[in-house]
């Protein structure tokens, strides 16, 4: 399946992109190791959530830190909503933390999850390194672009609906 790519602007200020895709080969291949606890339900869409940084991530500064927090908790609030009400119906669903690539809900697996690797892998967005770190080059955004992800067991439809209804109540900072 093609990435979908859905554009949202979240409020006015805010500019969210968020992608629906088919697992990478690297998530299909190591599913166990990366997420222990779903046994054999495998991951059927992955969500790759990408919000606009007020500042670039290229220099390493006390604003640049507290805006990775400020996106990572957007991310984590919305993410929780998503993925405990795919779990309320009866699917499989986690996010990984951006920090360190383990699930936040499930069991700490042996691997863990490169946001930015499964950005480049499954929407073919260059990654520069920039002092023992690596960044998403996004095509309008640059390098101002906090990547994370949701995966889930549930169909797409269901999970896109899910998603915008949340959207609809969250509040981003």
């Known amino acids: 399946m093609p990435p979908t790519i859905k554009s949202l602007v979240i409020p006015p200020d805010k500019e969210v992109q968020v992608c629906f895709a088919a697992p990478s080969h690297f998530i299909q291949k190591h599913q166990q190791q990366l997420l222990p606890d779903w046994q054999n339900t495998p991951v059927n869409l992955v969500i790759i959530f990408l919000q606009k940084s007020a500042v670039s991530f290229t220099k390493l ?3 640049a830190a507290a805006e990775k927090d400020r996106l990572r ?4 609030r919305l993410g929780v909503s998503l993925v405990c009400a795919l779990k309320d119906l009866g699917h499989n669903s986690d996010l990984f933390d951006p920090r360190n690539g383990y699930p936040l809900i499930g069991r700490k697996g042996k691997l863990t999850l490169d946001d930015n690797a499964v950005v480049s892998a499954l929407l073919n967005y260059p990654i520069k390194n920039y002092q023992n770190c690596s960044l998403i080059c996004h095509p309008t ?6 990547p994370s992800v949701i995966v889930t067991a549930a169909p797409q439809k269901l999970t896109i609906c899910l998603l915008f209804k949340l959207i609809a109540i969250q509040q981003f900072e």
């Open 61 to 63: 500064a006390p604003d």
């Open 73 to 76: 908790a957007n991310f984590i």
């Open 141 to 146: 955004w640059k390098n101002r672009v906090y």
